[in-house]
């Protein structure tokens, strides 16, 4: 028993020191579990960190603004991040002439080369390594991002594929930008070309009206019966060939869609009805045609442009009192049923061809039964009512008998 | 007597001249400006009292420009400020550049818009209404 109690002890001790050891080795792995933890929980930061500057670069370039103040901001954050001495990004970038300039960006260390002798800062600073990563789009070189190092703090890993990442995120953002902008400036180039032919096309045409007007109405002395017959008819041919190229110039820009030109805002198709119905009404007058309208008390609200549905409803009206002779009825009405507004004009005129009816909204097609009534049409109403109420959604229907009169019907979804 | 002096700023001879035997038979005297910097230096000395105003001359919009000369005003146009102006447009409704004189006043500073060609009785209408609201309301004589 005496001989066994220093052995206890020595294998308890033993045991003892065992356990602490492999106490103090658990908690030596655990501490480094830790620093594994808080490590890889530090980069999981840095990256999520360089995502968000990446996603917050790519929105910035795509906000329109001045580009070199959102690469400065660029620039400068990803300096931050990159814990780098400086970062410049470069962007060529178009001007309005085609001419690249380069667009520089952030604080960047100058150096001053002296031969010999390791490169310093202008202010006499060291310079660490330059890390330049070009921006491309595929083959194509849009520019480049450089970052500094410090001198004391090479980039890591991680950094690099940080920088990396950037450059292929501006350079994605860049050019999209860049179409963006070619796109808008086409858009823009087209959009004065129309106006300048416009204008081109029309002042000439519209002098002439103005000199046989003022020449017929006798502001230049007076004239004979007869010239002032003659003065009419050049005046009603200037007042034709300047309706034509109007309808031509809507097609035009119905064409370009240039949609802002003609905002879309709530119209009460309500009141377009009864303003059009006036102007109808006038004309009815003049040619001896009855023209009874109607329609349901309600404002009919739908978002449109104003001119486009104005251009639809006096379009119709217009057939309608071109073709119907002296002693003929035409009927207006404009009610709102639950598969959209519907408006109808009936007349009791001409009617269409059976043949010409699948032609009806051809460019400048007219049947042959319109030319011989109203020689001077142009054939670009319907085609341009069609290619209105496409915009809305809407459909035309025109129902016709030779002789007896037409229907010509338009709906309106509703939004 | 004259019954006002008008300047017609218009590009366009023939337009003038048309706008001129409307305007001159009735009595107005016209002075006639072929561009927008024409205008500008004939309005100090001619000192008209009403201006008829192309919008497209040597550009697209020049008239605009000559408006806002008057409007803002520039140096030497100051006793012009308010001189009534009537712009003439050759591209109206039809283009969807739709003017209308209560929506547009804010940025486009005339006092009345005409599309080419303008129909004399009202062009001689509105310049009797206008010079005649220019005058504090007495009417021309």
Redesign the interface.
């Known amino acids: 028993m005496e001989l066994l109690a220093p052995a206890v002890v020595v294998a308890s001790l033993a045991a003892a020191a065992l356990a602490f050891h492999a106490q103090r080795k658990a908690a030596r792995r655990c501490r480094s579990t830790d620093e594994s933890i808080a490590r890889i929980k530090g980069e999981q930061r840095r990256v999520l960190d360089a995502l968000a500057l990446a996603e917050q670069a790519s929105s910035r370039i795509l906000t329109p603004g001045e580009l070199k103040n959102t690469l400065e901001r660029i620039a400068n954050e990803a300096a931050g991040l990159l814990d780098a001495q400086g970062v410049r990004l470069e962007i060529k970038s178009l001007d309005g002439k085609g001419e690249p300039s380069i667009l520089y960006s952030g604080h960047f260390p100058e150096s001053t080369d002296i031969p010999g002798r390791p490169p310093r800062g202008v202010g006499g600073e060291t310079l660490g390594a330059i890390l330049t990563i070009p921006i491309r789009s595929g083959e194509h070189g849009l520019g480049e991002l450089r970052v500094a190092e410090r001198p004391d703090r090479p980039l890591d890993t991680l950094e690099i594929h940080v920088a990396r990442l950037l450059a292929q995120v501006v350079a994605i953002a860049a050019e999209y930008r860049m179409q963006r902008e070619a796109l808008e400036k086409a858009e823009e180039d087209k959009r004065?070309f129309?106006?300048?032919t416009?204008?081109d096309l029309?002042?000439p045409v519209?002098?002439i009206?103005?000199?046989a007007?003022?020449l017929r109405?006798g502001?230049?002395g007076e004239m004979t019966e007869k010239q002032k017959e003659l003065a009419a008819k050049i005046h009603g041919r200037a007042t034709h060939l300047?309706g034509l190229l109007?309808?031509l110039?809507?097609l035009a820009?119905e064409d370009q869609q240039?949609d802002q030109?003609?905002p879309v805002a709530p119209v009460s198709l309500a009141a377009v009805f009864d303003s059009q119905i006036e102007a109808a009404r006038v004309a009815c007058e003049g040619r001896g045609v009855e023209l009874i309208a109607s329609r349901q008390d309600s404002p009919m609200m739908r978002m449109a442009a104003q001119?486009d549905i104005e251009n639809i409803f006096a379009n119709l009206l217009s057939n309608a009192v071109k073709y119907t002779p002296r002693g003929g009825r035409i009927t207006a009405t404009l009610e709102d049923s639950p598969g959209g507004v519907l408006f109808r004009v009936l007349d009791t005129g001409i009617g269409i061809p059976k043949d010409s009816l699948p032609r009806l909204f051809v460019e400048y097609y007219r049947a042959p039964n319109a030319r011989e009534i109203e020689r001077h049409g142009t054939g670009l109403g319907l085609a341009l009512v069609q290619k209105l109420l496409r915009k809305y959604m809407g459909r035309i229907r025109i129902d016709s008998t030779e002789g007896k009169g037409t229907l010509a019907e338009v709906m309106l979804p509703p939004e | 007597m004259s019954k006002g002096k008008i300047l017609l700023v218009d590009d366009d001879p023939d337009l003038v001249e048309a706008m001129r035997l409307v305007l001159e038979g009735n009595g107005y005297e016209c002075v006639h400006a072929p561009n927008g910097t024409r205008a500008i230096e004939a309005i100090p000395k001619e000192k008209p009292d009403l201006m008829v105003l192309d919008v497209m001359m040597d550009d697209l919009t020049e008239g605009f420009h000559v408006a806002y000369k008057i409007r803002k005003p520039e140096a030497g146009l100051e006793p012009f400020r308010g001189m009534p102006i009537i712009m003439l447009t050759a591209i109206g409704q039809r283009t969807g550049m739709k003017f209308d004189q209560k929506a547009d006043a804010d940025f486009l500073p005339v006092d009345e818009f005409m599309e080419k060609p303008v129909q004399p009785k009202e062009l001689l209408a509105k310049v009797a209404h206008l010079l005649s609201r220019a005058r504090g309301g007495r009417p021309a004589n």
Do not use: K, P
């Open positions: 004065r129309v106006l300048a416009t204008h029309r002042s519209a002098t009206e103005q000199l007007q003022v109405e502001y230049a300047l109007s309808d110039l809507s820009i240039l030109m003609r001119g």
